[in-house]
């Protein structure tokens, strides 16, 4: 005969209960994102479902299903239709972006170094079930292929302007550690919202990688591109009218002017500085370039004339941007859009320290990339284009 305590204890089935609470939890999310689904809803018809109101802009016309994958399970969501508005939800997005970010979260640890142990803790957190060190490769690869997908998405539209750059990254390579570039394209599309055009691993910023990335970008559907804004790499200047014939380039101001500064002492620098911005402050193209002789001749007088050199040759290669819509000027002469993006990258990837390929770095950049296309970054306008169609460009 058992003893008394042992007859009442309570056998629990722990695979029937963790199954039982992730149905709980994708009951709830499915609950939750169909609510916010017509929360969206109520807003832009103006008023809840049946409600009588003056401010009522639109009518609800039904809804259709439309199954959607999360980390508890697939969901079924409601999404509702309207008469005369058409609905475009950005709660989907949202829930996107927070899964791009623990993909993003799985490369870095994985690369990084972080123990096969600590991963599996991590992943049953994630995905509630832990995964073995076979399947840890696995789930690499299924997030590369994701990632490669959106890489290498149809562009449509036009982007009338198109920020180009390159970043520097470590990898070992046969017990050595050498550098490897990641090609990086941002454009402004027709409407003035800015997008990641895309990125392409180059073992050097030479001519033949920015000849097979504009290669790629044009392949892509790249068009409708009038100005490119660049630092001065030889090899992208040559490259552009191969595929791109009939636009302008922009060397990056705040590059030339660092490239100035190279050539000048410290203790002139605030007042060059003054100089060379007073230049960029003239209200056409003409008064500037007339200006930047003034500043050449008083840099010569100071007995800087490699600096002047510097300013003669390359002033009228940043004064590209002269030719569009002045108020444009300050968001298109520099390659400031994209060196915010960069420092966050160099952030992100300073953790990994060197890449085990290339491969492998591309990755992780196009990662951050994209979670950083789906953030406030992505949906804040940045230019007003109408000011294109107006001046005929």
């Known amino acids: 005969m058992k003893p008394e305590s042992q007859e009442n204890i309570i056998q629990i089935d722990e695979p029937q209960l963790k199954l039982h609470v992730n149905d709980l939890v994708r009951g709830s999310i499915e609950e939750t994102l169909n609510s916010l689904l017509d929360e969206e809803a109520n ?14 802009k639109d009518k609800r016309a039904g809804h259709y299903t439309r199954s959607f994958e999360t980390r508890s399970g697939k969901v079924n969501l409601k999404i509702p239709k309207l008469r005369k ?3 475009e939800t950005s709660i989907i997005e949202r829930y996107k972006r927070r899964e791009s970010s623990v993909e993003e979260a799985l490369i ?3 690369l990084a170094g972080v123990s096969v142990r600590r991963i599996e803790d991590v992943t049953e957190a994630l995905w509630g079930s832990k995964v073995s060190p076979s399947t840890i490769s696995n789930l690499n690869k299924k997030v590369y292929s994701q990632i490669e997908e959106w890489r290498n998405r149809p562009l449509e539209g036009e982007y009338p302007y198109v920020f180009m750059d390159g970043i520097y990254l470590k990898r070992s390579w046969g017990g050595e550690v050498q550098t490897v570039s990641v090609l990086i ?7 003035g919202y800015r997008e990641i055009l895309g990125t392409m691993e180059g073992l050097r910023e030479d001519k033949e990688s920015w000849r097979n990335f504009l290669r790629y970008l ?7 591109v009038n100005l490119i804004t660049s630092d001065k790499s030889i090899g992208l200047v040559e490259s552009i009218p191969d595929f791109f014939p009939n636009i302008k380039w922009q060397r990056c101001v705040v590059h030339f002017m660092r490239n ?5 002492p410290k203790a002139s620098l605030k007042e060059i500085a003054a100089m060379l911005k007073a230049i960029y402050a003239q209200e056409n193209r003409q008064e500037a370039l007339e200006k930047s002789k003034i500043v050449e001749a008083k840099l010569r007088v100071m007995k800087l004339d490699k600096a002047a050199n510097v300013l003669k040759e390359g002033i009228e290669e940043t004064l590209a941007y002269t030719y569009f819509p002045r108020e444009h000027w300050t968001r298109i002469r520099t390659n400031n859009p994209l060196e915010r993006i960069m420092r966050e990258i160099k952030r992100r990837t300073r953790v990994v320290g060197a890449f085990p390929d290339g491969n492998s770095a591309l990755m992780l950049v196009t990662a951050r990339l994209r979670y950083i296309a789906h953030t406030k970054w992505g949906l804040k306008k940045y230019l007003d284009t109408n000011r294109l169609k107006e001046e005929d460009l």
């Open 43 to 56: 807003k832009l018809c103006g008023a809840n479902r049946y409600e009588r109101s003056e401010s009522r």
């Open 85 to 87: 508005l058409s609905f």
């Open 108 to 110: 870095e640890m994985y």
């Open 185 to 191: 394209a941002i454009g402004v599309n027709k409407d």
């Open 218 to 224: 044009k392949e892509r559907g790249l068009d409708g």
């Open 260 to 264: 100035v500064f190279s050539k000048t």
